[in-house]
């Protein structure tokens, strides 16, 4: 799925900005007709979450209307008018001028509909919006299960996963214009030959035929072009670029891609590089690289999970700060506009679904999850294949068995039910299906079957060893850590990352010795952890939980609804841990410096 773009042809408009908003609780705005605008609506931003922008809305999950109008410029009279939503927890309905142009189900992902035949140019065409995110037992990720209590503790509100549920339309709302017959999609692929870049580029057109296109990659003071020619829609062609300058995460160099087809043309950056998995370690270009840095959210005060530029400017630059190369979007798509950047900043993301805390309750709920698992990972794959930061695909984070509690602290083993292992086994390989050319992990949680790891390339696991699990026991919980890591290498004989670690502190609480909570605590913890992992080659990234503290349910394990795993807070003042992080990744590189990091 393209990012809408302006050029010459392509155009775009971003409707950003303050909408007219309206709880239906009732659910009742379809009947009342609230698609041509609502009345007595109050003010809200989009993007944004709903949630905390108003007091009253900080709890509600419900349907909410959002609407506004727009002019659409006549010059887009002779062109395909699309409208696109960025991203709308959890369901959501366009309306156009009073008409239903489409829906879409799931968070986290952009939806488009072809909305040419809706509008007047005449006048104002007024947009609206339902958005709804009733915590459903099917829904991915799920809320409201029956007897699942989220870490063993009543929670409000009732998710499965640790985070806040946020709602509304919290990416941006954009029309855009296409000619007719367009450029519908495009995939590129890039590998290498010697010291030359291939770059393998697939071109699909709707709207009517094309027979011919051209192919144009610039960069790097060189120029090298093709043409395209087209069969039932679709054409192929392979660029050499003669001494490519490779993407890494040290050098992100981007070359520009300019596909034409028809009157339509289509650019994108294109970082040449290659991931591969071999011999128990990750290589990006050939060199072993190691993903060290974070698990993160999307999550502020006010905006809620809403797109927020200054922050994601700022985020980036405090992970520079600290050293880090790596991060894991745990545990959604993050936004299109973080994966732009991330592609000119050079981080390694492993991209997550939104697939986290799945439970395999009954079949005919696990049903309906597979189902919303495969459309996602579907969607996540089309939205960013195409992006060199993207070094992995996750298709789940720790999936849970019902005797989860019992197996974390190691009581239970019992057996895997083989329904849990067909799923994953669906799951994986649909995302091998759609890219063949990137490894696929699932993030295991403690604890849990081995057999869903062994259908992945990457073993990632989530390790609270001196938390959860033998808490304020750090030397114990090191000891459990280093045996486990050798076991689990012995065992499958991958690439293993801890995509999680880390210990709930609040800021500014010191105590000697470190308390769990303290200060010291967590930077100890990490450290150990670090430690731990540095002499063992087969350890391929660590990932800290979190990168700041962020917005969760209720409950009695988070002070105040968060999370305080972050090593900066909320509003990103750093921890005593963030400075040892800093010293540790930046380091001058030593012997036991684990190589590829900053
Ligand atoms: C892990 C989850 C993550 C939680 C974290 C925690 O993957 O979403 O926030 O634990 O408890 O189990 O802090």
Not at 349 to 360: G, W
Not at 552 to 568: D, E, I
Request: proline share 6%; aromatic share 10%; hydrophobic share 40%.
């Amino acid at each position: 799925m393209l990012y809408p773009i302006q050029n010459n042809v392509r155009n775009r408009l971003d409707l950003s900005g303050i909408w007219d908003f309206k709880r239906d609780p009732e659910e009742a705005g379809v009947e009342q007709g609230w698609f041509n605008g609502l009345s007595d609506a109050r003010p809200i931003a989009v993007p944004g979450s709903w949630n905390d922008q108003y007091e009253d809305l900080y709890y509600y999950l419900g349907m909410g209307w959002y609407a506004r109008t727009t002019y659409i410029p006549q010059s887009w009279k002779s062109e395909r008018v699309m409208l696109r939503v960025g991203s709308a927890n959890y369901w959501a309905a366009v309306w156009v001028n009073g008409q239903k142009a489409g829906e879409h189900e799931g968070g986290h992902l952009p939806f488009a509909f072809d909305i040419t035949d809706l509008i007047t140019f005449d006048g104002p065409n007024i947009i609206a919006i339902q958005v709804e995110n009733h915590l459903k037992p099917t829904r991915v990720p799920s809320g409201n299960l029956e007897g699942v209590v989220l870490g063993g503790v009543a929670s409000y509100p009732r998710t499965s996963f640790d985070f806040y549920p946020f709602a509304g339309l919290q990416r941006p709302v954009l029309l855009y214009s296409v000619p007719p017959v367009h450029i519908e999609d495009i995939t590129v692929v890039t590998g290498r030959e010697g010291a030359n870049g291939i770059v393998r580029v697939r071109a699909t057109v709707a709207g009517g035929t094309v027979e011919s296109g051209h192919l144009l990659l610039a960069g790097a003071g060189q120029a090298v072009e093709a043409e395209l020619t087209f069969a039932n829609g679709a054409a192929e062609a392979a660029l050499v670029v003669p001494s490519a300058r490779l993407w890494s995460g040290d050098d992100p160099y981007l070359y520009e891609l300019t596909v034409s087809a028809g009157s339509d043309r289509y650019s994108l950056p294109v970082g040449i590089r290659t991931v591969e998995v071999k011999e128990g370690q990750i290589l990006l270009n050939d060199k072993p690289v190691q993903l060290n840095g974070f698990g993160r959210h999307e999550d502020f005060y006010a905006s809620g999970k809403g797109l927020n530029l200054p922050l994601l400017v700022k985020d980036y630059g405090l992970m520079r700060w600290i050293g880090a190369n790596s991060y894991r979007t745990a545990h959604y798509p993050y936004s299109e506009e973080e994966m732009m950047l991330a592609d000119r900043e050079g981080f390694l993301i492993i991209d997550e679904t939104p697939a986290v805390s799945l439970q395999f309750d009954n079949a005919e709920n696990m049903a309906e999850r597979l189902r919303m698992c495969l459309q996602q990972t579907e969607e996540l794959i089309n939205r960013d294949k195409n992006h060199p930061s993207v070094v992995m695909w996750s298709v789940a984070n720790e999936p849970m068995l019902p005797d989860q509690m019992a197996r974390m602290s190691g009581e239970v083993q019992s057996a895997t039910p083989p329904e849990s292992i067909d799923f994953f086994r669906k799951l994986v390989d649909r995302a091998r299906q759609l890219d063949v050319t990137r490894p696929i992990t699932l993030v295991g949680i403690m604890g849990g079957p081995s057999e869903w790891h062994a259908l992945t390339d990457v073993i990632c696991i989530n390790r609270y060893w001196g938390w959860y699990v033998l808490g304020g026991e750090l030397a114990k919980a090191l000891d459990r850590l280093d045996k486990e890591l050798d076991e689990t290498w012995k065992q499958h004989g991958k690439p293993i990352i801890i995509t999680e670690f880390g210990a709930d502190t609040l800021a500014g609480l010191h105590a000697l010795p470190g308390v769990m909570w303290s200060e010291e605590y967590q930077t100890e913890l990490i450290r150990g952890y670090l430690d731990v992992a540095a002499d063992k080659a087969f350890v391929a990234g660590m990932q800290i939980w979190n990168f700041a503290d962020f917005a969760a349910v209720q409950s009695a394990g988070r002070v105040g609804g968060v999370n305080m795993k972050g090593v900066f807070t909320r509003t990103r003042t750093p921890k005593m841990a963030a400075h040892m992080l800093r010293e540790y990744w930046m380091r001058p590189v030593t012997l036991s410096r684990p190589a590829g990091s900053r």
